[in-house]
């Protein structure tokens, strides 16, 4: 049993009546005032600033973590333990191919046997969820009792108040289903079809007053974008408040918000989230698993060891964003670690058990998330390091600055270097590189040049300052860069540099806009760009700033007219 969306209803529900007129952010400075050029690959576009920029706004499913995350928040009372969940996919709008935003069978069909599931489960359990009058007392009691079941639990369920057209829907489906069972069985019903329908499975916006193109969202379209956001589920009986009250339609009651809903447990899941997206980790870290690397050379590198290095990674992530002057500057220079009995070896610290324990690690070896081991592995091959990874990964997602793509249809024009000559992997990359001609050699000096700076680091990220009894050089450089060229022996001098950087600072902006926005940011978006990289820079908690910055753009409190 689906019901069909009706979002776009006439008595426009969820509306509160607050349009206003479309503003930018306090402090957007003129154009003359904001730095496009942080970026020699790519320089920002701002030719007003005062223009309202929304962006062609993509329409949103929940991905499974967020359709799991929200039937546990709806559902608290009742037990969900016979309740399959949806398996984990790494839906992420903005940074998948547009055909991820379609549901295929296998979701669609888990989606609906669970609603089944969970009409019997909520039925069954009416009195647990807190609605007076239900169950009823007698039949006579039972519309009453269906209609407040409306407000308090569907109302949830679709995140703001039904419109009156939803509402007549769903008691002519109750009323029908009531002919031919009993109240139980009618809301059971009810119920499994409210849980398919585009209103709780996607997230739904159709904003207000449209007006050239753009229309404001309601409050509540407002507590659900900082919701799933922030938390990843549905929005909390504060947020739906500050919704009604009319609190999200300025700046000062989004920043309120923000700052609250960050200090909730629940935040530090998106950190990790959006560090997954930014540096593509649910991809790389496939490399870190002790299946990836060779048993010979890493015996005692076992699974308890390499899943202890990624939570650990996990934990590390959200201490440096989400922890006291949480950013991208304590991303890069923080040498704390979280360690265990599995993994103090690689670490180089002592440690016991398997409880993982926040270390102070030497500065001079870790400094920032490319040094943890975790990531260090991740960017390696089964047997040795792999300097080519590792600077391309600063190149493209630090700097958002690529290295050229190698040449179509390019062949290596000498035969790779004579592996009876002892060799360490950067003397070994210099010969193989530098021998294929101009072109491989023009490039791989600035990935290499870049990734040097990691040797270090073997191939499970433990720090070695020889090769196979050679010596490991890790002079490295950065250069064609706005403000992070120098040259660098090792990585914690390169890791410092880059944390001061505002092309990384921009970078870090650009990812988490596109991130907040679930689309790709495009060339108007620039004076937004501009704008977020300037408060970054200037604050010393940034992710705080950036996230309330975006709240306050109109790309975040608008979308493109919704098209019927």
């Known amino acids: 049993m689906v019901l069909g969306c009706s979002g776009g209803s006439t008595s426009n529900p969820g509306g509160n009546g607050g349009s206003g007129g479309v503003e930018q952010p306090p402090g957007m400075p003129p154009v003359g005032d904001l730095k496009l050029d942080r970026n020699p690959d790519h320089t920002l576009r701002c030719d007003d600033s005062k223009k309202v920029i929304t962006g062609k706004t993509p329409f949103v499913r929940l991905s499974s973590l967020e359709y799991n995350n929200t039937l546990r928040d709806l559902l608290s009372p009742l037990d969900m333990k016979s309740v399959a969940q949806l398996q984990p996919d790494t839906l992420r709008p903005g940074f998948a191919p547009d055909n991820a935003l379609a549901a295929g069978n296998d979701v669609v069909e888990a989606q609906s046997s669970g609603a089944k599931s969970l009409g019997d489960l909520v039925a069954g359990g009416l009195g647990k969820l807190g609605i007076d009058g239900c169950p009823p007392a007698n039949s006579g009691a039972e519309m009453d009792c269906f209609n407040r079941f409306l407000d308090k639990f569907v109302a949830r369920v679709y995140r703001r108040p039904l419109g009156d057209d939803e509402r007549q829907a769903l008691v002519t489906l109750y009323s029908n289903v009531r002919k031919q069972a009993d109240f139980t069985q009618s809301i059971s019903t009810v119920v499994e079809g409210v849980l398919q329908t585009p209103q709780f499975l996607y997230r739904v916006e159709i904003g207000e007053n449209p007006k050239d193109g753009q229309s404001k969202l309601t409050g509540y379209e407002m507590a659900s974008r900082l919701s799933y956001l922030l938390w990843k589920t549905m929005p909390d009986g504060n947020l739906i408040d500050a919704a009604a009250k009319g609190d999200l339609d300025n700046t000062s009651g989004l920043a309120s918000q923000v700052k609250r809903m960050l200090t909730d447990g629940r935040a530090r899941g998106m950190s990790n989230d959006f560090v997954d997206a930014w540096l593509n980790l649910d991809l790389r870290m496939a490399r870190a698993a002790a299946s990836a690397k060779d048993k010979a050379t890493f015996p005692s590198y076992t699974d308890e060891a390499s899943q202890s290095l990624v939570r650990g990674l996990g934990l590390f992530i959200q201490d440096s964003l989400m922890g006291d002057k949480g950013g991208y500057r304590k991303l890069f220079t923080s040498n704390k670690g979280w360690v265990n009995g599995s993994t103090s070896a690689i670490y180089g610290v002592e440690a016991s058990g398997t409880d993982l324990k926040e270390v102070e690690l030497d500065g001079n070896r870790r400094s920032g998330i490319m040094t943890q081991p975790a990531m260090m592995a991740a960017l390696a091959n089964p047997q040795k390091h792999a300097p080519v990874r590792r600077g391309t990964m600063v190149l493209s997602d630090i700097l958002c600055q690529s290295p050229p793509p190698p040449p179509n249809g390019m062949v290596p024009s000498q035969p790779a270097p004579d592996t009876s000559v002892k060799r360490t992997t950067r003397e070994r990359l210099i010969v193989e590189h530098h021998g294929q001609g101009p072109t491989c050699k023009s490039c791989h000096q600035v990935i290499d040049g870049v990734g040097f700076a990691f040797e270090h680091y073997d191939a499970i ?32 001098p ?34 937004n760009i501009a704008y977020l990289t300037d408060r970054v820079i200037h604050s010393d908690a940034d992710l705080a700033a950036l996230i309330e910055g975006v709240a306050s753009t109109p790309a975040f409190r608008y979308r493109s007219t919704f098209s019927r």
């Open 461 to 492: 990220g433990r720090w070695q300052d020889k090769e196979d009894t050679m010596n490991v050089d890790a002079s490295s450089v950065i250069s064609g860069s706005y403000d992070a060229d120098g040259s660098f022996d090792g990585a914690v």
């Open 494 to 527: 390169m890791m410092k540099k880059l944390a001061q950087s505002e092309q990384v600072a921009q970078c870090y902006v650009e990812t988490f806009y596109r991130y907040a926005l679930a689309r790709a940011p495009s060339d108007d978006d620039g004076c």
